[in-house]
């Protein structure tokens, strides 16, 4: 039971209805990426879809609590949650064709190897603009499985680099008018470019393998990495693979280690966050941001915030993973700033002309 393992690992399933697997070739046609996704469908059409994006090295379970609490307040809203390739269950496998010549007449036969990777075992391409198509393509491709006729209203939200991408969609405009607003989880342009600096001293203090599942997740609670027992019993284990030594030495005691070398990442880091202000500020539909501390803030921001050009909202008892900290709260604050956002609850004044012919057949 929970109580005799505080550690032990909960299942997607008491947090999401579904998961998909989704599979979508991307020019050159040498390389198909499946993308796996966890969603729980809006109940009707009025109802609002939460498009979830975590950050560098999470995954899409980073948002199983949230999002279940967020059905406690919208309870016909809808939530999908993806795993950014090259972490989690996201898949790219890629076809090379190379041509071998053999004395077989006066052919030459072409042999074809396939390779496929989960996590970061492949150079993988994680710039801004790929992560950005990535989110558009993993909505179509979901509105296309379930069948929906036209988006349900939208609201992007991401965490860290998930901020960055959802950011980058909104402001590149490429989901059109079914985005109602996006909100961006403990991340701005000047802090982000700031901490990148310490990045790879960081990532060298982190283990680098785990004897057990539960032990990878209370060293992230230990650590206060995540400061939520619950929400890391679900999000951490999706962070972990068995280590390639315990695959391949039967007599090899079984370790765990990271999924994603985010070490590896680090060419793409500067890509993620520059000109992410001037975007957020941009970029059309409703604004929120949630910060850990609003020393977090950059000038541009704050000018904006004093502009009134965006939702401020500060949770100082929370760390860096404000939605896995703060659950409940974080799940109160996109709700409501759902409703702020909503067209369908909007009421609109009836227009002059109409008012004149009114008063026209009155009279």
């Known amino acids: 039971s929970p109580r005799q393992s505080p550690h032990q690992q909960l299942p997607w399933t008491d947090f999401f209805a579904q998961e998909f697997y989704l599979e979508s070739p991307i020019p050159p046609l040498t390389l198909k990426i499946t993308h796996h996704v966890y969603l729980t469908p809006p109940t009707s059409k009025a109802a609002p879809l939460f498009v ?18 967020l059905r406690k307040a919208l309870p016909g809203a809808g939530v999908l949650s993806l795993d ?23 052919r030459n036969e072409p042999t074809t190897a396939s390779s496929e990777s989960s996590g970061s075992r492949c150079a993988l391409d994680l710039s801004l603009e790929t992560l950005s198509e990535d989110l ?9 499985k379930m069948g929906w006729a036209e988006l349900p209203g939208l609201v ?31 991340v701005v342009e000047g802090s982000a470019i700031d901490a990148l600096q310490s990045m790879q001293s960081y990532l060298s203090t982190r283990p680098k393998t785990f004897p057990s599942i539960p032990s990878g997740i209370e060293w992230h ?15 951490v284990p999706s962070l972990l693979c068995p280590s390639p030594s315990s695959s391949f030495d039967p007599n090899a005691t079984q370790t765990w280690t990271w999924r994603t070398d985010l070490a590896t990442t680090q060419p793409f880091w500067e890509g993620w966050f520059v000109g ?12 929120l941001l949630l910060l850990a501390g609003t020393d977090r ?9 004093m502009q009134g050009k965006y939702q401020l909202q500060v949770f100082p008892d929370a760390g860096h ?38 008063r026209q057949l009155i009279s």
């Open 276 to 287: 992410l202000s001037k975007k957020f500020l941009e970029a059309r539909g409703g604004k």
């Open 136 to 144: 558009v393509n993993v909505v179509r491709l979901t509105q296309e």
């Open 297 to 305: 803030l950059d000038k541009e921001l704050m000018i904006g915030q």
């Open 52 to 69: 979830m994006h975590h950050g560098a090295g999470s995954s899409g379970l980073s948002f199983a609590v949230v999002g279940f609490e």
């Open 221 to 235: 609670t230990r650590s206060r990495t995540i400061r939520n027992t619950f929400s890391a019993r679900v999000s």
């Open 321 to 358: 993973f404000i939605h896995e900290d703060l659950p409940e709260k974080a799940a109160m604050v996109l709700a409501d700033f759902y409703k702020r956002n909503d067209r369908s609850a909007l009421v609109l004044p009836p227009k002059v002309g109409d008012l004149l012919k009114n």
């Open 156 to 186: 992007l939200v991401g965490h860290s680099l998930g901020g960055a991408v959802v950011v980058d969609v909104a402001w590149r405009g490429s989901l059109g008018d079914a985005v109602l607003g996006y909100a961006v989880l403990d």
């Open 84 to 106: 950014a390739r090259g972490h989690g269950e996201t898949t790219t496998t890629t076809t090379t064709t190379t041509s071998n010549f053999h004395e077989v007449g006066s």
